[in-house]
């Protein structure tokens, strides 16, 4: 036995040495680890839902009374905007795709790391400098204030002379470039660097939401980037995209940030869905029901989310069959959204449902999604949906959705995975309590917004006069503000404080089905000394293969230790292609992140010359990028 | 020892990247390897995306079309037709020699994939020559700021010869690659790069088609 174990320690070691990156910050600046990028995510996404949060509570003390006077009408515009862009923008895609999806996906395929993982790098620090190119014009009096959807002719110079809708069209073109090679990389990632066996049916659910999402930003980034630069060249050149007085349409701009903006909701969702389908079966102890409707319906959702984006304009005059037919698209969104509900409930009903606190989450997740999408499905009635736009029910619908839906799961998952990523246990107790507050103040803050959208108070009114009833509602509202944030520091100060104290958790402390409990906790630089052996979409639950895990490494079958090495499979059936080398560290992806943001910052400023000559440092960053192949490394 | 298979391979038969430094090797491992390589799925979700945003451009030019009685509008002059397309059409044909290219590296024809993109090259080169000439000749009769019309073209115009112009970037950077021999990295960025070009040569039909239909339909 010993003469086994000889040869296996020393292989890990070799492993350990061969993916070591370099210490202290300059490891973190050229870092193309998978695991320490998406922890960058997510400290950098917690810092913008902080402003974005604060940018909320300010809005909410603002209308906590009639006629309040906190901030005037002008900051407020800004705030609102802001808000919106943070959080949809900066926080929600980010986490979940950059900060979930980036530290778990190769995990749980099996992989050593993304596909590109230059590239991820590069979407990093494209994500964090237009965040800061965003903030830099806010703090310098150039907030956007067109709201989130930038409606024309609102937006245009005419009307909005100072530079502060250049940032947002900007900013949202910036950091759509981010989003775009991150999606690219998770559908190449999830394509290619499965675990030779893990055919596409044996791939988690969890993968087949960000599968969903991926697909989703790359083909609704681009719409919105279009939309963006013809804004921005009617600002600056003097276009007339959308000027009606000279052959253009105010409308375009609605039907091309629509295009883009019903999908980013289930994109929002989506990655939600699949932590969910994470958390419910390892809570249970129970295999998803209908795992292949469930990965389906993920994959549907996004895909009728792309012809429903007309019911947003319901009041803006157009032909009536293209209402209907919008109205019938939006109510299909029901059957795939169904099907995952009742697959949910099912699992909890009929397994073991330990409700620790990320269980708490994914049904308060449940409860609140079901209510936003009842309330959504109200709009495939056209005289309602017209009644009610622009009012505060669909900020309370939109809400129930966005938080609801997207967030909850997203704090559930930080419980989840917190043993992953820090070896720690969290402490139940406060966990549970953060939940029930949060849970709480959400509904205390949302659903009184449905009523007094029903009474009529509008959206984006920066106060109101107390004589119309919606005083006592809105008091509530800003109650359950601050309830909410004040059970969000709550699961933050936890996770802090379980972090510095918590107890050693085990590779496995849930017995989960995935693969990334059959690694340590944290995980090493390679993730996983044998490429894991797959058999079923359960891949921890099988302990035979587990069992072969730990013989392939003994007899040095599949641990790969001559680089940074990584196989490659066949799409669809996960047949064993090749073995690739990956890239080590880089500096260029920080460089060009850098260059990239000053050209940005040039274009606001409309200085061509200086912008072009960093867009030339960028093309010079990129032979630095390409100079030295990965196996040179 | 146990026999491990993975779908029907064992480790040591599966090529490795890293051993393929010239030419015969890189074709054996070529042949090796089941389906495309990463790098063509990377192109692919590139072409994808920048697919997305440029039929969107058309998109817009046919809705602003379908909201305007009279195509182009009064007081814009119709685009050419004869040349615009026959300079596509030349443009399309440098498809055969970057898949020749490819279709060589893959085979270990590291001189051929060479002569095959620079002959594409050439071809290209004459394409955005003439283009930027004739952008910047009919910018001195109209402007983008006349109205959404002249708006449109430029910008869907401009966008093509954008694409064009880093295809080019793309070509002089695999040929200095080229010129330090063929690994298993440069076969797959020619891959990769002639997928480029078969995106932007379909994608300039679709382009010249739209713009020269304002007088064609």
Redesign the interface.
Known sequence: MATVELPARERVERLEQMWQGKPGILGWLTTTDHKKIGLLYFWTTLVFFAAGGAEALTMRTQLAHANNNVVGPATYDELFTMHGVTMIFFFIIPMTTGAFGNYLIPLLIGARDM??PRMNALSYWIFLTSGLFLYIGFATGNGPNGAWFGFTPLTERAFSPTRAEDFYTLALIFNGISS?LG??NF??TM???RA??MSFNRMPTFCYAFLAASFGL??A???L??DC??LY?DRI?????F?PA????VL?WQ??FWIFGHPEVYILIVPAFGIATSIIPAMTQRKLVAYPLVAIAELLVVFIGFGVWAHHMYTTGLPTIQVVFFGAATAMVVIPSSIQVFSWCMSMVTGRARFKTPLLFIAGFIWMFVNGGLTGIMFVSIPFDQQVHDTYFVIAHFHYIIFGAAVFPIFGGMYYWFPKVTGKLYLERPGQISFWLIFVGTNLLFFPMYIVGLLGMPRQIYTYPGNMGWTAYNLAETIGGFLTAFGILVCVGNLLVSYLRGLPSGPDPWLGPTLEWATSSPPPEYNFAVIPTVTSAYPNWDPEDRE?DV??LA?G??VLE??H?Q?????A?????????MPHSSPWPPTLGLCLGLVFTFLVLEKFFVAGIFGALC?LSL?GW?AK???EA | ??D?I????R?GE?????EG?NPRDVSH?AS????V??AW??IA??V???A??MF??IG?YY??RS??PVWP?VGDPEPHVVVPLILAGVLATTSLPMQLASMAARAGRLVATRRLIVLALIVQCGYISYEMWDYQHELQTTT??????E??YY?LLGADHGHVWIGI?LNV?LLA?LGRGL????LNATIAVTWYWHFVNLLTLFVIGTLTSATLL
């Open positions: 596909a590109f775009s999606s690219a559908i190449v394509f290619k660097l030779p066996g790359l083909f980034l681009p719409v980037t279009a630069i013809y060249l050149v003097g276009t007339h995209f000027d000279h052959g253009g349409s375009l039907h091309l072969e013989r392939k007899d079958v599949m001559e680089g090495e196989p490659v499979v066949t799409t059936d996960g047949n064993f292609s090749e073995v690739i080398e093309l032979v390409h192949e990965p196996q | 020892m146990t491990y993975f779908g029907g391979r480790e599966v090529p490795r990247t890293h430094r491992l090796q390897r089941l389906g390589p990463v799925w990377g979700m590139l994808a995306s920048e997305t945003l969107t451009f817009t809705y602003l909201k305007t509008p983008p700021s006349h109205d959404a019309y708006s449109i910008v970037l950077w690659k690994t298993m990295y440069r």
